[in-house]
């Protein structure tokens, strides 16, 4: 079992930075790939990025890169999202995961509770 909890979202206006941060515990997280994803009210929750469990590959959606980047530190079993020139079609309840990496929501056995980010104009 692992257990994942998000931090550091927020308000922030269009253009502006935030960095999230998913904590875990339980099982060993170099074990996992961990993914970001992001659900916005009434669509389907969306692939944001995912990184590799130790050589730190990574996969983003065409709609963040460039813009944002995830890292992991294994030390410290955490993964991080930090999210630079927001837009407001960024807004959405953010969720981080753990599983294999995939852009596919199914591909993840884990999950947090999610940290909503809300971007204004």
């Known amino acids: 079992q692992v257990q994942l909890v998000e931090s550091g979202g927020g308000l922030v206006q269009a253009g502006g930075s935030l960095e999230l941060s998913c904590a875990t515990s339980?099982?060993?997280?170099?074990?996992?790939?961990m993914g970001w994803f992001r659900q916005a009210p009434g669509k389907d929750r969306e692939f944001v990025a995912t990184i590799t469990r130790t050589y730190g590959a990574t996969i983003y959606a065409d709609s963040v890169k460039g813009r944002f980047t995830i890292s992991r530190d294994n030390a410290k079993n955490t993964v991080y999202l930090q999210m630079n020139s927001l837009k407001p079609e960024d807004t959405a309840v953010y969720y981080c995961?753990?599983?294999?990496?995939?852009?596919?929501?199914?591909?993840?056995?884990?999950w947090g509770q999610g940290t909503q980010v809300t971007v204004s104009s």
């Open positions: 995961a753990a599983g294999v990496f995939s852009r596919v929501t199914g591909a993840y056995d884990y």
């Open positions: 339980g099982r060993l997280f170099s074990n996992y790939a």
